[in-house]
Structures are given as structure tokens and as C-alpha cells.
């Protein structure tokens, strides 16, 4: 069985779904693509081979000329919840890009209407499909570290460049907290299990940014157990450059857990996973422990082999590397693949838009201490 979908908002990202994203995951079918300019529907219309009546100005029109079982959205955030309603007014499921809404209140108006008609509403948290946070979460649910001490959060990269006229994501609302860290909020609920109850966020970029909003910021976060995280990102950067879904360094009452994501090639999307648990060694157990010279045991590929997502007996130096198991599809594409099996098994996805709000709210509680300067409570609808 196939699920047909309208794909609509093909302007960058949303192109890179056309030809990436969406064509690798079986039982998807295109029914029609729309977007309101013609240059960018005509050029993704020849991409993928699709006839005059399958290309469309608006949603609107899309909706009344093709049969389909529901809308992917990938236009720009504003849009993303007046689109997903009026998807779900036709009786169509609904997939849709990060972030949801750019407020919770917004996000939930969708939710409930979905619920009310019992359709499906996904959105696209594409990083948590990666193999490391997921070894990340299941370790952490299993006691690995014992009683989490604090959790500490970098992203780094250089993106001002471009001439202020040619690079769109200069304009971007909150470039920072609503684009890029809305995906390390969302991990952090994945692998603590836990909403954030409280956010503090100091932003501060230099002169010689290029954005209208800020392209850099500092956060603290407090979980609702007490747990305090700390956030650091930049677009401004000069350092070495962290893999998308940042460093992760997770320290606890039994050890330090490490891993980073989202940073491989289209051979292999997942290169750049890794995950490793770092314990406690007492000295008189180096000594004795067999071959135990420096830089030996828990070197990558050191050792036995490794049982996929546990940790083995911790070797002299206390480091662990986790093997990751490979999958078939990663990021939007896995995405998609669990929007469809949602759709024909009735299944509940990961990223159901209920489900979603916790990291919306800690968006914009965020954006909100960044422009009060004062700690703001995470409310969650």
C-alpha cells in the first residue's frame, strides 16, 4: 500500500525534500507539489517528472484537483500551522517541518483540530532519528550513568558569509533559538525524558554579524527535576565546527556520557554518530588490568566486539565506545517513513504534534527570557 501526499512550500529546504528526502522511502507517492512561485514549481515539477496537473500554485487548488491521503509541509514557519488547518480541514494527514509553530498556542490550535478529526499530525524533528541520541535515551533510561549531575550543550558553526541580500536566513525570526536550537531543545527532551520547567537565555552578537536577530546565544535550562543544562550556540563561530546536533556531554553520579550527531555523508548519513560512556577506574584496577597500556583499551575499534546500543564490561581506562547499529533510512526520510506507518497502522509517531509542544514551549520561553532578560517558566499548553 501506498500513501499519496501534497507536497507543499518547495523553496530551498523544501527542495532539497523534493529531490533528497522524499524519494528514497517506499510506499510515498507524489501526487502534487505547490508553490506560489512559478519559477520554483516549474523547476521541481521537471526534478521529478510530474505532469501540468500535478503542479499548482496554492494548497487550495492542489487539494481540489488530486486525490491524496496527506499534506508534507515545507514552506516557511509562519505558514506551517494556516496550512497544516487547512490540510486537515479536507480530512488529510499532516507532516510538517520544524518548527511547528513559532508559539504553543498556535502549535496547539492544531493539535486539537487533528485530534477532533482523528487524522495524524507529525512534525519533522529530523535529528531525532539519528542512531546516537537514540543509544543516548535508551542508555540513560537504563541507569547507565546513575542520578544525572548536569548536561552541557554546544553548537558551533560559521554561516556570515553571504551578502546580506542573498542568504535568507539572515531574516530568519530568532535564527538561533527557533531554527537551529529547537533541535537540541528537542533531543534534550528525548534523552532526559523530562520537560524543561525553567529558561534563562543571554544573547549578545558582535558587530560584524549580519543578522537581523540573533545569531548566537547562551541558555540555561532547568529540567523539571532541578536537573540544570547548559546551552551554548553560534552561527558566528570560528571554532572547530560541531556536527549539527552539537556536543553533548551528559555527566552523572557513575560517569560522563558523550555524543554527537548528524554530521555524515550520503553514503553514510550516520558517519559522524557517536556515542561513548566514560566511568570511574580505580588505579589499582589499571594496574592489574591485562594490557592495559596507555591509549590501548577503548580506542574506536579497540577490544571485543561491542553489543549494539549496551556497554561492555568498562575497560582499564574507564572509556566505552557504543556501536551503533545502521539503519535504512535516517532523518527526513525516516521521518516520513514513520509518518506513513503512522497513517496505515494507526500508530502513535514519536513527533506527534502533541507531543511536540514540550519543545516548542522551551523555544519560546527561550526567545522570551532573550528579550526580557529576566528567567521565564516553560508553559506548556
Known amino acids: 500500500m501506498s500513501i499519496r501526499i501534497i507536497h507543499v512550500g518547495l523553496g530551498?529546504?523544501?527542495?532539497?525534500?523534493?529531490?533528497?528526502?522524499?524519494?528514497?522511502?517506499?510506499g510515498v507517492e507524489v501526487a502534487a507539489i505547490a508553490d506560489p512561485s512559478e519559477s520554483t514549481l516549474r523547476r521541481v515539477q521537471e526534478e521529478l517528472g510530474l505532469e501540468d496537473g500535478q503542479a499548482f500554485a496554492s494548497l487550495t487548488e492542489a487539494l481540489a484537483a488530486v486525490e491524496a491521503d496527506a499534506v508534507v509541509i515545507t514552506a516557511p514557519a509562519v505558514t506551517h500551522v494556516p496550512l497544516a488547518l487547512e490540510a486537515l480541514e479536507a480530512g488529510k494527514h499532516v507532516l510538517v517541518e520544524k518548527p511547528f509553530a513559532n508559539t504553543?498556542?498556535?502549535?496547539?490550535?492544531?493539535?486539537?483540530?487533528?485530534?477532533?478529526?482523528?487524522?495524524?499530525?507529525?512534525?519533522?524533528?529530523?535529528?531525532?532519528t539519528y542512531p546516537a541520541p537514540r543509544a543516548a535515551q535508551r542508555l540513560l533510561a537504563e541507569g547507565v550513568l546513575g542520578e544525572l549531575a548536569a548536561i552541557s550543550i554546544d553548537f558551533r558553526r560559521w554561516d556570515n558569509d553571504l551578502p546580506?541580500?542573498?542568504?535568507?536566513?539572515?531574516?530568519f525570526p530568532h535564527p538561533l533559538i527557533n531554527d537551529m536550537a529547537i533541535h537540541h531543545f528537542d533531543l534534550l527532551r528525548?534523552?532526559?525524558?523530562?520537560?524543561?520547567?525553567?529558561?534563562?537565555?543571554?544573547?549578545?552578537?558582535?558587530?560584524?554579524?549580519?543578522?537581523?536577530?540573533?545569531?548566537?546565544?547562551?541558555?540555561?535550562i532547568e529540567m523539571a527535576d532541578g536537573l540544570v543544562v547548559s546551552y551554548r550556540g553560534s552561527w558566528l563561530s570560528r571554532g572547530e565546527p560541531t556536527p549539527w546536533a552539537g556536543e553533548w556531554h551528559i555527566a552523572g553520579e557513575k560517569g560522563e556520557l558523550y555524543f554527537t550527531s548528524r554530521e555524515g555523508t550520503a553514503e553514510d548519513p550516520a558517519a559522524a554518530d557517536i556515542v561513548t560512556v566514560r566511568r570511574p577506574v580505580l588505579e589499582d584496577s589499571r594496574a592489574q588490568a591485562p594490557g592495559a597500556g596507555a591509549g590501548d583499551a577503548g580506542a574506536p575499534g579497540a577490544g571485543g566486539p561491542a553489543r549494539t546500543g549496551t556497554v561492555q564490561e568498562a575497560p582499564a581506562d574507564g572509556l566505552e565506545v557504543i556501536e551503533l547499529p545502521r539503519q535504512e533510512l535516517y532523518d527526513r526520510s525516516e521521518n516520513l517513513a514513520i509518518f506513513r506507518d503512522?497513517?496505515?497502522?494507526?500508530?502513535?509517531?514519536e513527533t506527534a504534534g502533541a507531543a511536540n509542544l514540550g519543545s516548542i514551549a522551551l523555544m519560546e520561553a527561550a526567545a522570551r527570557s532573550a528579550a526580557?532578560?529576566?528567567?521565564?517558566?516553560?508553559?506548556?499548553p
Open 190 to 220: 528525548k534523552v532526559t525524558g523530562q520537560e524543561a520547567a525553567r529558561v534563562y537565555a543571554k544573547v549578545k552578537d558582535p558587530s560584524f554579524s549580519k543578522y537581523l536577530e540573533e545569531a548566537s546565544a547562551v541558555i540555561t
Open 342 to 349: 503512522a497513517i496505515e497502522n494507526g500508530t502513535v509517531p
Open 104 to 128: 504553543a498556542a498556535e502549535a496547539v490550535t492544531a493539535v486539537r483540530r487533528a485530534e477532533e478529526l482523528g487524522l495524524v499530525i507529525q512534525v519533522s524533528q529530523n535529528y531525532r
Open 12 to 26: 530551498g529546504w523544501g527542495g532539497d525534500w523534493a529531490r533528497n528526502a522524499i524519494p528514497p522511502v517506499p
Open 164 to 171: 546580506f541580500e542573498d542568504h535568507p536566513h539572515y531574516r
Open 372 to 380: 526580557s532578560g529576566q528567567v521565564e517558566d516553560v508553559i506548556i
